[in-house]
């Protein structure tokens, strides 16, 4: 049994709602003035300069936002800057021989320090090598890298020369690399050999070589980065094909420069395409001026980043999370990130703190996903490691109070803060979480709106609801903001249906009458707390009452047998639907006890009520996940309700559901 059960900690779950940060936090941190709020509410959208006021620009903007032309707002055009001036140049003077990036591989013994000097000459030689391949300003490059020190210096190479990047995730398969290129219109691709998953070397061209076979479009060059010095035995090159050997083009260019090119505020910076849990994936298209200024805001106030800390975002670059906040608001800042290549348990389920110790990181970014497996593994592997959190941060879903909890205890020492951002891949930036000197923490709520953002909740009809009633609605955000994105790439009529038409009077180019649809259901608490339950369809109906599924995990997850649990919506005929239970108990729980299953079900009857009862609680192995770890509760509900399992192909592991709807149905 879980060794922690009934500790005071856990107690105070119910009793405790809020925890205040340490008043040692509170006497370092950047963000500390409680009027911040008023002063970006009263002086929309001018506050947001000062955020602006964090780069250096070429060229001064001539208006801060131009609404003339809704939803296609426009942030402090006129200036003009360049973002990887700003990531690196900016910082020479100053702390050229400080560390940017510490690169830690899958080997416990290869490690790689990146200076910002290290990083000014190494993406200018790449930038000089795009150009030798033919990249120009304004054409979109399509990266498929992993988490090797290549990843931040091809996009800041790109972003040098003015080529918008297009990142798609490493762990994406060739198809989804070939109808990224084909949605882009890639001529250059840039990858690289292979890297490594848990110790095992991946030979990664092969899916670009397969991606060319697949993708309608014609790629002339593919630039391939090799992991090691130079590319690994099991991978070669044809001389018939489009591949060009980055290691020869960066021979030729040593020592190159390339000048930063004055891009215009509204020029786009990158593409990104979102996860695809739901429908085609879109390209959001963020634009250079308004997103850098953002990121570099949010970095500094809600991550309370110092150019003197040691800062950990345990996410991808390959997901909007690394963009943001690995690559460009951190680098903005002129901290130091560590990057880590491998997975969390290789070769050890300790390696996470093991880094942390080692670096002394002073902040700490992960997912609830993340944590609820460090929870599942154990308290064991946290405690051989002397490692001190100031910060720490979670993104991607709802985290349950309960794994809130745990993190807090456990890997904060309670004496950390932790902010839960809740934000999208087309919002740029965080929205919704708390300035952590400014607002108490509380478990499972993102908390209040950042400064200058608007959200409030709309019913089913589109009407506003009433602010802070306590119950659940769709979040929208009334007010633009510069993080946000500026279209769909190539296709700004799906950016109006997909994110704006459904409360908007179309008749009307009133600016008010625009508001973002963000797809996801929230409660907006009567403290003034917004918790967010997830996306839309995560909302189920059990007898006419609205219910989060993320409350049900919660409630589940609050018995210490419990590792992760998902809950998903059956039909029925009486109550419309009934929940049902997926849950995996922690290492050592033996789940076929009677007394996991009753736990169960009385937390939900306790926390939520009878009505909500399990219909069925079913244990598993696994959960189906999305390769950045989100739950797919879509193909729980297929599998509850006997349907086909349809899509998996965006899944970590698709044989999980297979097995699960083996499991419930037999073979
Ligand atoms: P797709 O849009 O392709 O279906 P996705 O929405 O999962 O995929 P992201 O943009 O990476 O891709 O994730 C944003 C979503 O993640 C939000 O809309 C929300 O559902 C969820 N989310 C992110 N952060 C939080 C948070 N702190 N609390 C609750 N939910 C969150
Ligand atoms: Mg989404």
Redesign the pocket.
Known sequence: MSEDAGTPLESRLTEQEYFRPPAEFVGQANATDPDIYDRFEENYPEAFEEYAELLEWDEHWDEVLDDSNPPFYEWFSGGQLNASYNCIDRHLDERKNQAAFIWEGTDKDERETITYQDLYNRVNETAAALQDVGVEEDDVVTCHLPMLPALPITMLACARIGAPHSEVFAGFSAQALADRIDDAESDVVVTCDGYYRRGEFLNHKEKCDEALELADSDVDTVLLWSRHDELHEDVSVDSDDPYVLVDDLLADNERARVDPVSRDAEDPLFLMY?????GK?KGCQHRTGGYLSYVTATSKYVLDIKPEDTYWCAADIG??TGHSYIVYGPLSLGTTSVMYEDTPDHPHKGRIWEIAERYDVDIFHTSPTAVRMFMKWGAEYVEDYDFDFRHMT?????IQPEAWLWYYKHIGDEDAVIV???????TGGHLITNLPALKDMKPGS?GFPCPGIQPALYDDSGEPMEPASGKAGNLVIEKPWPGMLQTVYGDDERFIEEYWRDFSDTDSSASEDWVYK???GAVHERDGYFR?L??LDDVMNVAGHRLGTMELESAVSEVEYVAEAAVAARDHDEKGEVPDVYVVVREGIDASQEEVHDRIIEAVEDEIGKFARPARVVFVEDLPKTR?G?IMRRLLENISNGDELGDTTTLRDPSVPEEIRDQVHGD
């Open positions: 979102t996860s695809g849990t739901t994936p997901w909007i979670t993104v991607g879903e709802p839960d951002t809740w934000w999208q891949t087309e993102a963000a797809g996801d967010v997830g996306r950045s989100k």
